[in-house]
């Protein structure tokens, strides 16, 4: 049975990569390249349509699982994914407006939150309980959307947000074999094998970047499938070995959420639009400590397979509130580290530079003496 599961993987995988060099040929030749400027960190120009092979991937492996009520839910999810594809690919070649993506997530989140994807309580976070209707929808796609332009925003080093997506997809997808609920976890496992087969050409040096075409895919459907996760039942969730569905979620999928949240707190401390450029995302940090793109992705996967462990197991113990509010402490302890750490390397290095400018000045004064006599 388990067997399934891992073709779903494989097999998502072998489409991904199959297609990426179609794509890449295809993109050069019709000059159809992402082009470095202040905020990107690459330095050549490079194709950015890597989404429309973790689309297809997903696509034809999930075809292979479609029956019954998978069929059903197919019909909304499968249609609202197409949405999205279809906007990020017009993103990538003309960039669209902010407030017309939005709009396009929005009716995206709306389609899935039609065919009954929603979130129906408020965990125990304010004290209500069961949400109506009309609640239900917009906490949902609020979520959805929120999700969306997380994965989205933390897309800036080569390798990164297909590792940690891979991390999060794989990870929901072992809580759904757990549960016994097939289909979702052979989606996900396709989620994960197209990540996987895209990362062949994405590490550094990158050949080809997910672009928004595959960064709202991916945002997206890691929100669908965490919506769909701790919605289960209470027995399903029990055989999945966790108590507290929210928090399994929350933590696989937390350090985007946290990194994007963090950089809007700050700008709007700041006086700024919280959609301002800027250079504050976590990965811009860990290059001003001297990290190389590598070790920034081992860095932030490391990261996220911490707080999805915790989640799954210590963080279980607590209730939904507790359990943020220690991921959330964690992260900042960890952030804040890091800019500690910036800090304080960026002070040696001007005391260095500093002693260097005081030396030259000191050679210079004794270089005039000798010429004056």
Request: hydrophobic share 55%; proline share 3%.
């Amino acid at each position: 049975m388990h067997f399934d599961y891992i073709l779903s993987f494989l097999l998502a995988a072998l489409v991904s990569a199959g297609v990426i060099p179609g794509i890449v040929r295809y993109a050069h030749r019709r000059a159809l390249l992402d082009r470095p400027d202040g905020r990107k960190q690459h330095a050549r120009a490079v194709p950015a349509l890597g989404g429309v092979a973790v689309f297809l991937a997903v696509s034809v492996t999930a075809g292979f699982w479609l029956e019954g009520t998978s069929l059903g839910e197919a019909v909304f999810l499968f249609p609202a994914l197409s949405i999205l594809f279809v906007t990020g690919i017009v993103d990538d070649l003309c960039e669209l407006s902010p407030g017309r993506k939005f709009l396009f997530q929005f009716l995206a989140a709306g389609i899935v939150c039609a065919g009954g994807l929603r979130i129906r309580t408020d965990f125990g976070l304010f004290g209500i309980g069961e949400l109506d209707m009309v609640s239900s929808c917009l906490v949902t796609i609020l979520f959805i959307t929120a999700m969306t332009n997380a994965y989205n925003l933390v897309d800036g080093v080569d390798g990164l947000l297909g590792g940690i997506a891979l991390i999060g997809s794989a990870g929901l997808g072992f809580l759904f074999l757990q549960a016994g609920d097939g289909f979702h976890a052979a989606l996900a496992f396709a989620l994960a094998g197209a990540l996987a087969g895209f990362l062949r050409y994405n590490f550094y040096p990158a050949i080809l970047f997910m672009g928004d075409t595959g960064s709202l895919l991916v945002g997206f459907l890691l929100a669908a499938l965490g919506i769909r996760f701790f919605s289960l039942p209470l027995d399903q969730l029990a055989e999945a070995g966790v108590s507290h569905g929210f928090t399994a979620v929350a933590g696989l999928l937390f350090l985007p959420v946290f990194d994007v949240a963090r950089v809007f707190i700050i700008r709007m401390l700041k006086g700024k639009s919280p959609f301002h450029g800027d250079r504050r995302h976590l990965h811009h940090v860990l290059v001003k400590n001297g990290l190389g793109a590598p070790y920034v992705c081992l860095a932030e996967y490391g990261a996220t397979l911490l707080f999805g462990i915790l989640s799954i197991t210590w963080l279980q113990r607590f209730s939904t509130a507790s359990a943020l509010l220690l991921l959330f402490s964690l992260a900042v302890l960890l952030a804040e580290g890091l800019t500690i750490a910036y800090l304080v390397r960026s002070r040696k290095n001007l005391r260095a530079r500093a002693e260097r400018f005081g030396d030259l000045r000191r050679r210079n004064r004794f270089v005039a003496r000798l010429l004056h006599f």
